[in-house]
């Protein structure tokens, strides 16, 4: 079993660039596949990230997603922050080894 | 369009049970998994388990099995989520969510508007 640690909350003015990790606690990051859903205040979750690095079709170029294998982290970029962008993001991957999903503890970013 | 529309919200008491529902539209019903995930007031989010429409197998989340059980309509195109020997802990917002894959690869990428159960005597 393992766990996925976000940092509780980032914040960033409108415009700029904000980066959101997502560190596995055992095992390689590469092993399974990253997403990450974005829910604004009373939504339902929706993907901005799937497959560590693809964009579902909707989703601006503004956001990305990438893994680290030395760090064994997964990272959310938002470049261009709007306001819109404020809401929490929760990564998520898979354990093969007893077939559980995972979820980060989720983030909260503030775009002030 | 993808749609995944949830059942109403529910109040009920210790020990009780509930049962929700999600029906699917826009798509073929039986080519893709789906998820129950759920989320308590002001917490994350949490996985319950997966049922494969197509031949209804599932597979549970640890932490609910022996109390959760999922069954799916294809008439009809409805998955349901019966979840028994309620606690006021299973107090939260209740999601089906899509499985992105043809097969299952525990990633969603369509969620319902999600259903509220508060669990109170």
């Known amino acids: 079993n393992f766990m996925l640690t976000q940092p509780h909350s980032v914040s960033e003015s409108p415009g700029k660039t904000v980066t959101i990790s997502c560190t596995r606690s055992s095992g390689s990051i590469a092993s399974n596949y990253v997403q990450w859903y974005q829910q604004r205040p009373d939504s339902s979750p929706t993907t901005v990230i799937y497959?560590?690095?693809?964009?579902p079709s909707g989703v601006p170029d503004r956001f990305s997603g990438s893994i680290d294998s030395s760090s064994n982290s997964a990272s959310l970029t938002i470049s261009g922050l709007k306001t819109e962008d404020e809401a929490d993001y929760y990564c998520?991957?898979?354990?093969?080894?007893?077939?559980?999903?995972?979820f980060g503890g989720g983030t909260k970013l503030t775009v002030l | 369009q993808v749609r995944l529309v949830q059942s109403g919200a529910e109040v009920k008491k210790p020990g009780a049970s509930v049962k929700l529902s999600c029906k699917a539209s826009g798509y073929t019903f039986t080519r893709y998994h789906m998820h129950w995930v759920r989320q308590a007031p002001g917490q994350g989010l949490e996985w319950m388990g997966i049922?494969?429409?197509?031949?209804?197998?599932?597979s549970y989340a640890q932490k609910f099995q022996g109390r959760v059980t999922m069954t799916r309509d294809t008439s009809t195109s409805t998955v349901y989520m019966d979840l028994s020997s309620l606690k006021s802990e299973d107090t939260a917002v209740y999601y089906c969510?899509?499985?992105?894959?043809?097969?299952?690869?525990?990633?969603?990428?369509?969620w319902g508007q999600g259903t509220m159960v508060t669990v109170s005597s």
């Open positions: 969510a899509r499985d992105s894959g043809g097969g299952a690869v525990f990633a969603f990428d369509f």
């Open positions: 497959e560590d690095n693809q964009r």
């Open positions: 049922i494969n429409p197509s031949g209804g197998s599932t």
């Open positions: 998520q991957s898979y354990d093969s080894s007893n077939q559980d999903v995972v």
